[in-house]
């Protein structure tokens, strides 16, 4: 629901992270078999008519950022944007 939100408010940050990859990362080192885990992908995924189809938002397990210069800034406002819009939605409920 927040992403649906977030495209009609604010269609640009919708459409950045959409394109842009976050970096995804779960480090465990002192199991008994480490474990490092890493991929990037959008925050949103869209079907081919636009549709959300999944969000990914797990803040505690992104790692450093890994894209060209000219997505940085549109990246960390988008991202910002719909950080606010998910706790406006927690402090709605």
Do not use: N
Not at 77 to 85: E, G, H, I, K, T
């Amino acid at each position: 629901e927040a992403a649906e939100r977030l495209a009609v408010e604010q269609p640009e940050a919708f459409a950045t992270l959409s394109r842009v990859p976050a970096t995804f990362m779960k480090e465990h080192h002192a199991r008994e078999r480490p474990v490092s885990m890493r991929y990037r992908r959008p925050h949103i995924a869209t079907t081919p008519d636009g549709s959300v189809s999944a969000c990914f938002w797990s803040p505690p397990f992104e790692g450093p950022l890994q894209v060209p210069i000219q997505d940085v800034e549109p990246y960390y406002r988008a991202y910002a944007a719909f950080d606010q819009l998910i706790e406006r939605r927690v402090d709605e409920r």
